[in-house]
């Protein structure tokens, strides 16, 4: 089963090397794809109103508890994470930097172009279609083998230390970010929690969706 998913899957169009700056197109092409559709989902759980992504909030409950915005925090805790790679062996790499770029784009594109349903019913749909979006979305980029954004390499880094499934790993990680958030002030919502324990199996069900079709 796709929760028991240990490591990122190599399929015919993932790159031999992480830090590699001239791949193939397709598998450019994926990397693109990816980052796109993960951007996608993040932009649509923000229109969606009903709660913003666990490290949106540890961003906004930090804010409240220093004298800097939101963008800034967002920025130094980028910076952080990337500084733990290093104790567990993790260089940037092109999907890093296309990482930041890709999913700016399309979450700015969301917000200025996809209203907010007004049915609460149809804002949790959304939520839950975004998460799954991120997901899938998060698998097909990571098994490009280009580079992980900061999250996701940590989230890989930490898989090789506890050999845990990539599902469990990443659910913790999520569920700790949102629980430190919301101790210090953010704000949580349902879409918050959805996002939360679903996206660890979500990114699980995108690497083995990518492996079994690519396979």
Request: glycine residues 12%.
């Amino acid at each position: 089963m796709f929760l028991k998913i240990k490591k990122i899957p190599k399929v015919n169009w993932s790159s031999e090397k992480p830090y590699n700056f001239k791949p193939r197109f397709s598998t450019f092409f994926f990397l693109c794809f990816g980052l796109t559709l993960f951007g996608l989902g993040e932009g649509l759980l923000i229109v969606s109103f009903t709660g913003a992504s666990p490290w949106s909030v540890l961003a906004q409950g930090i804010s409240l508890n220093v004298n800097l915005t939101i963008g800034t925090i967002t920025l130094l805790i980028s910076i952080a994470v990337l500084i733990l790679w290093i104790p567990l062996g993790l260089k940037p790499g092109m999907g890093t930097i296309f990482n930041a770029l890709i999913i700016a784009l399309m979450i700015d594109l969301c917000i200025k172009f996809v209203p907010t349903p007004s049915n609460y019913i149809h804002q949790i749909i959304l939520a839950v279609i975004s998460v799954i979006t991120v997901g899938i979305g998060g698998g097909i980029y990571l098994v490009s083998n280009l580079g992980a954004g900061p999250r996701d390499g940590l989230m890989i880094g930490l898989q090789k230390i506890s050999n845990l499934p990539i599902a469990v790993v990443r659910g913790t990680l999520e569920i700790s970010v949102v629980s430190v958030g919301w101790y210090l002030g953010g704000t949580v919502g349902l879409g918050t929690l959805l996002f939360a324990f679903g996206i660890g199996p979500c990114v699980a069900l995108g690497l083995y969706l990518v492996d079994k079709i690519f396979d």
